[in-house]
């Protein structure tokens, strides 16, 4: 037997197996990223997350100041506490990212996602789907005999649980933006 | 002509104009059809010279030899397509081993973007996981100030490479040129100074450190002269031991009284042991990395860290630290000397005496000791001889990777930094050869060895050709064992002894190959001849290839097996038939 304790000739042990087993608890977290307005940003920061092994729960990204040439990503991640860190740390080292902002530590944050969902459905179960949006507070934008499209705003939690009232009642797609967040207060 | 009239110019002529403002006086590259424009204004000029490779991929390896070798990042010129591709190898190397360079590389007219035109590749897209930041630049007013962009980025905050790419159209068309110090080179200005309540408990750990560490890497080097000035200051002052990551080497003496040895895998003994049973462990510019810390969760157990580190991503991305240090490795060392000074110079002598004489009985060990030979040509002691004979020489080490790369670490003494160029993060077979053409480039008087492996060295070969080209007398020192051995070295440790595929078949005859491109071969298999045939090679007024025909089962110790902590270190051939465990047991 050898100091590895695999026996010559038998191993089926891989020596490349280095992963460390004890994992912390697991966090989700919103992160604000204001990066240069310039091609390629995007797709650099999305190949961190994946370059790496981050998770992207979300992301959403727009320009938010013409003149000032920056774009802001909402990224919604999950990892442990030291994961956490080091996404924040790498993204931002990136030259093109200006800021990075922890939502879900700097304090209060608003979170707001749009979702559109197309129900089809006819009598009783058209009228409690029209019943329940109006619970939620969801607009109508299209309708006709047969189905409707709602459009909705909230947490992620809303909306999934819109979701799943709509299911059994016809629910044929749905388009979501991915999360925007801005910190409460100024 | 106006001021303004002269300033106008094509973009083919402020690449020139832009390289000559930043100071460079070489560039390495290969011409194709998307640079041609760029290669007519070389040729209308004399202030940088062109190296005219054989490969792109040795380019960016000899503008990486030239950067390690000169502190100054390195710049190379290729065209699009199949020259950028090539170059990928290049620009992770100097990714993961932090080298300031800037490649440019032809592009496809704008207009025909997207098309998949002849030779066109997404080189923006394939370059963007391994360059710092990549532009590719659609108008040529936008050019010259992305090229001042690009060397602030390369050589600011952790040094790294970047990639400019430009589409033949923009090439051809005329704009104003800006001048690097009216240029807008963005916002990216990484801190360099480090927290003065980080520094005050750094020095407070040094007061109080009964066995403490120094953990130094490539970041000293990288941070210039005076970080190393720095360091051996702080090492003399304070009297603690001292170990580098292969990276480092040169950064504190090998000569010096505190210096341990390298670390890691395949580090000394006692430098390993220090790492695994130091109260104080002080990390200056290296980044934890698995080679050195071998399985994370029993390392250094019973030590409070402090991480010196210009890159905030490396601070507690592996390892975690009680004391992180945000900033360039020379500004933190002059301010924790200042304060330590100040606070009257504190350290704990007698623990201090007692941690030295610990490390004396792990000297003693000799881990470094090889079963000598008079027969055949051990690897260890071609270095030995190597190191011997050109000692005090103005001398400038590369290497390739594996066993021989590693034995070069163990046996060469480094007393500069700058001066050992290897491939540490990606490790990649075939850098050593084109690297070592870039540092005598650089340094044309110097003597320049390669310490390559048979097999890493054919992967670059072809650059012999540059060598000749250029009169660039570099010598190729080659521990032949006839085999992948770093390969088969785990394959008998950790794979049964089934050597799959790492043999070396069919290799050249190295002298006749060495006639063929021109320069001179040198064939060497007996021990008694080995010192007069090195002699040979560092007489020779040109290129050598040296083919020294080692032994071919040797393995490289000490090593810590993947994922296995630092006290569980194989020292010699008897340990991996069952005796560390006994031994290791009564280690730290
Ligand atoms: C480009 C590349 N391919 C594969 C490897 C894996 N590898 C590491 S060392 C080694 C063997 C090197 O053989 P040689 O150059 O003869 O050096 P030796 O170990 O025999 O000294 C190999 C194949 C690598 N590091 N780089
Ligand atoms: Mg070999």
Redesign the interface.
């Known amino acids: 037997?050898?100091?590895?304790n695999?026996?010559?000739?038998?191993?089926s042990?891989s020596?490349?197996?280095?992963r460390?087993p004890?994992a912390e608890v697991i966090e989700v977290h919103t992160l604000a990223v204001l990066v240069?307005n310039e091609?390629?940003v995007l797709?650099?920061v999305i190949?961190l997350f994946s370059?790496r092994g981050y998770n992207i729960e979300s992301l959403t990204v727009a320009e938010v100041d013409r003149t000032g040439h920056r774009s802001r990503i909402t990224v919604v991640t999950t990892g442990t506490p030291?994961v956490i860190?080091?996404i924040k740390?790498?993204l931002?080292?990136m030259?093109?990212v200006?800021e990075v902002h922890d939502l879900t530590v700097d304090g209060p944050a608003v979170q707001r996602e749009l979702a559109l969902f197309k129900v089809a459905g006819k009598g009783e179960h058209r009228i409690e789907a029209l019943r329940l949006a109006e619970i939620f507070r969801a607009n109508v934008v299209d309708s006709t005999l047969e189905s409707f499209v709602f459009e909705i705003t909230g947490t992620p939690e809303k909306i999934d649980a819109f979701g799943d009232l709509m299911r059994p009642l016809g629910l044929r797609e749905i388009a979501r933006t991915g999360v925007a967040a801005l910190a409460r207060g100024v | 002509m106006s001021k303004a009239q002269s300033r106008q110019m094509t973009g083919a002529r402020m690449v020139v104009q832009a390289l000559k403002d930043h100071g460079v006086d070489v560039v390495f590259g290969y011409p194709g059809g998307a640079v041609l424009p760029i290669y007519d204004e070389i040729f209308q000029q004399n202030d940088i010279r062109h190296i005219l490779v054989r490969h792109e991929q040795g380019a960016v390896h000899m503008a990486e030899g030239y950067a390690r070798s000169t502190g100054k990042p390195g710049v190379a010129l290729v065209t699009s397509g199949p020259g950028a591709t090539n170059a990928v190898t290049g620009l992770t190397d100097a990714l993961m081993d932090s080298i300031p360079l800037v490649v440019l590389s032809g592009q496809v007219p704008t207009f025909m973007i997207g098309t998949d035109g002849f030779q066109e590749a997404d080189t923006v897209g394939i370059t963007r996981p391994c360059t710092k930041m990549n532009w590719l630049v659609k108008d040529t007013s936008k050019l010259s100030d992305t090229i001042h962009q690009a060397f602030h980025v390369a050589t600011q905050g952790r040094p790294g490479p970047v990639l400019i790419d430009i589409p033949k159209d923009v090439q051809f068309a005329t704009a104003d040129y800006t001048p690097p110090e009216s240029a807008r080179i963005g916002h990216y200005q990484p801190r360099t100074k480090g927290d003065p309540e980080m520094i005050e408990a750094l020095v407070e750990m040094i007061e109080t450190a009964e066995r403490p560490v120094f953990y130094t890497g490539g970041g000293v080097v990288n941070s210039g002269p005076a970080a190393s000035r720095l360091l051996r200051e702080l090492v003399e002052a304070t009297g603690f031991p001292i170990t580098s990551t292969l990276m480092g080497l040169g950064a504190y003496p090998a000569s010096g009284k505190h210096w341990l040895g390298m670390l890691g895998m395949h580090g000394l003994y006692e430098a390993n042991l220090a790492m695994h049973g130091c109260d104080v462990m002080i990390n200056v510019g290296a980044r934890f990395d698995d080679r050195i810390t071998g399985r994370v969760k029993d390392f250094s157990p019973h030590s409070r860290k402090a991480h010196i580190d210009i890159d905030p991503s490396s601070i507690n991305k592996v390892i975690r630290v009680e004391v992180p240090i945000v900033g360039d490795v020379s500004s933190v060392l002059e301010d924790v000397l200042e304060r330590w000074v100040a606070r009257g110079r504190k350290v704990n002598r007698e623990a201090l005496a007692k941690w030295w004489a610990k490390i004396g009985e792990w000297k003693a060990v000799k881990c470094l000791s090889y079963k000598p030979s008079t027969k055949t040509i051990k690897p260890q002691y071609a270095l030995e001889r190597l190191e011997a004979l050109t000692k005090g020489m103005d001398r400038y080490i590369t290497t390739e990777v594996g066993q021989h790369q590693m034995w070069a670490a163990q046996f060469l003494g480094f007393e500069e930094p700058n001066r050992w160029m290897t491939s540490g993060g990606l490790g990649t077979m075939g850098y050593g050869l084109p690297a070592s053409i870039g540092v005598q480039i650089a340094h044309p008087e110097a003597l320049v060895i390669n310490v390559a492996g048979e097999a890493s060295w054919l992967m670059n070969m072809q650059e012999m050709g540059t060598a000749m080209q250029f009169r660039a007398p570099v010598k190729q020192f080659i521990l032949n064992n006839e085999r992948l051995g770093m390969v088969r070295q785990w394959q008998e440790l950790l794979h049964g002894e089934r050597y799959s595929h790492s043999w070396s078949e069919s290799l050249p005859d190295f002298v006749k190959l060495a006639e063929a491109f021109g320069c001179k071969g040198i064939k060497c298999s007996d021990p008694k001849d080995l010192d007069d045939a090195i002699m040979e090679m560092i007489r020779y007024d040109g290129p050598v290839i040296f083919d020294c025909l080692v032994e071919k089962h040797e393995n490289c110790f000490p090593m810590i097996p993947s994922g296995k902590p630092h006290n569980e270190m194989l020292l010699g051939e008897a340990d991996t038939q069952g005796v560390i465990g006994a031994k290791g047991a009564v280690l730290v």
Do not use: C, E, F, N
């Open positions: 037997m050898s100091p590895l695999i026996k010559k000739g038998s191993t042990h020596a490349y197996d280095l460390d004890h240069d091609s390629g797709a650099r190949g370059g030291q860190d080091q740390a790498q931002s080292r030259v093109p200006h």
